[in-house]
């Protein structure tokens, strides 16, 4: 198993995601219990390129302090909502022969749910654990709507298994 930290970006983590206190410490939980339990622990990266407030370089680009790497943890780049195309992770994943990834990290309804998706295509067993993904309110949907429709209706069965965070972390624990 390898656990996935999506986006997790100083910019896009912010009070305005919803939920913002249960994923900050969720995510916290799973990162430490991944590191106790030697689960790799691998981080992912928006850029959008240059100009743009997302881009190497600018202040929010790295990742939020509270998830921060540790020296020697992995870190790859993508310029599209999918973390499997042009960033490397995929043929990563591939050389250490990982069937089963954990995805947690921003934004649930853009580059979380291409990663759910993208990532069952590819034959991964996806593990997707509640609250350790969010999102913002958009023009269509609050973004606890949002996070509702991905985590309980849309993932839940078909591209994933949705579990608690405690079921989690005992599975990265055994």
Not at 132 to 138: C, L, Y
Request: charged share 25%; glycine share 6%.
């Amino acid at each position: 198993m390898t656990l996935l930290i999506i986006d997790a970006q100083k910019l896009i983590t912010t009070p305005a995601l919803f939920a913002f206190e249960q994923f900050v410490e969720n995510v916290k939980r799973l990162i430490s219990a991944a590191r106790e339990s030697g689960t790799e622990v691998v981080y992912v990266r928006h850029d959008d390129g240059a100009g743009e407030p997302l881009t190497k370089g600018a202040d929010g680009f790295d990742i939020y302090e509270a998830f921060a790497p540790m020296p020697g943890e992995r870190i790859f780049d993508k310029t599209v909502n999918s973390p499997f195309k042009n960033s490397g992770l995929l043929e990563y994943l591939r050389d250490k022969k990982e069937t089963e990834l954990m995805i947690t990290g921003l934004q649930t309804d853009y580059c979380i749910d291409a990663s759910v998706k993208c990532g069952f295509e590819h034959g991964f067993h996806i593990i997707v654990p509640a609250y350790a993904n969010s999102t913002v309110n958009n023009a269509y949907l609050s973004a606890e709507d949002s996070y509702r429709y991905y985590n309980e209706f849309l993932w839940k069965g078909r591209y994933a298994e949705c579990i608690s965070t405690d079921e989690a972390i005992k599975r990265m624990t055994k």
